[in-house]
């Protein structure tokens, strides 16, 4: 009976969480905002042949209905309440992909760089300028001004956190997570692992773990509310 009713109720459940989301502005945290009209339509679809197909199932059948409604409407309260952007726990789990940016996940231009026209970046435009570039020392006090969450692990040093956000393809489950290095200092110290930040500083090559890498210099940094888009597209 209750698998019965699983099957039955499964694909109208997340028809509606679809449309919900949709109706929310919340369908950001799970799709690009490029696939949304076929998600959309695809959801509006299936619920209604879905319904059609329940109609004709238990129109007979009262007390299959009373179940199969007390299953539809916990799932949805569930799947709301644990909505919510990808943040630290994940990117903990995708570390092995970080700051693995392609072109196509990058808005700049080759006339950006070749004018070195950096104010308009993001940090996976940054990452991928870093990947591209022959010359580090050429950004050395570039000014930024970027915007991402708090992170740290085992594996970054103390003095440093990383501003961090994730890149979306497709939908959630292909995001990538890309960060720069902060320096750590008396203005990031009341901040702690997934806090919203909005930084303004400058880039300073360091020789970290042998290695040339990009630091973040802060020099102003204020807490902000997660974008109702967290991801770059």
């Known amino acids: 009976m209750i698998k019965r009713i699983l099957?039955?109720?499964?694909l109208p459940v997340f028809s509606i969480f679809v449309i919900y989301l949709w109706r929310m502005n919340d369908l950001n945290l799970l799709i690009h905002p490029r696939y949304h009209l076929f998600?959309?339509?695809?959801?509006i679809f299936s619920l209604i042949v879905s319904s059609i197909v329940i109609y004709k199932r238990v129109?007979?059948?009262q007390s299959e209905i009373t179940n199969g409604s007390l299953v539809l409407v916990t799932i949805i309260i569930v799947l709301i309440s644990g909505l919510s952007p990808l943040s630290s726990a994940v990117l903990g789990q995708r570390n092995d992909q970080l700051n693995v940016v392609i072109n196509s996940q990058s808005d700049i231009s080759n006339n950006q760089i070749f004018e070195n026209n950096f104010?308009?970046?993001s940090l996976a435009d940054w990452n991928y300028y870093f990947s591209i570039t022959n010359n580090l020392e050429s950004i050395n006090n570039q000014k930024v001004i970027l915007e991402g969450f708090f992170y740290e692990d085992e594996f970054i040093l103390d003095e440093y956190f990383q501003l961090s956000r994730f890149v979306i393809s497709c939908c959630a489950v292909d995001a990538r997570p890309v960060g720069i290095l902060v320096q750590k200092s008396e203005l990031s110290s009341e901040y702690g692992l997934d806090d919203w930040l909005k930084i303004e500083g400058w880039l300073e090559i360091r020789d970290i773990d042998s290695r040339d890498q990009v630091v973040i210099i802060?020099?102003?940094?204020?807490?902000?509310n997660a974008p109702d888009n967290p991801y770059i597209e």
Do not use: G, R
Request: aromatic share 10%; glycine share 0%; proline share 0%.
């Open 218 to 224: 802060v020099d102003e940094l204020k807490s902000i």
């Open 39 to 43: 998600t959309i339509s695809s959801a």
């Open 59 to 61: 129109k007979d059948n």
């Open 119 to 121: 104010d308009s970046f």
């Open 7 to 10: 099957n039955t109720y499964s």
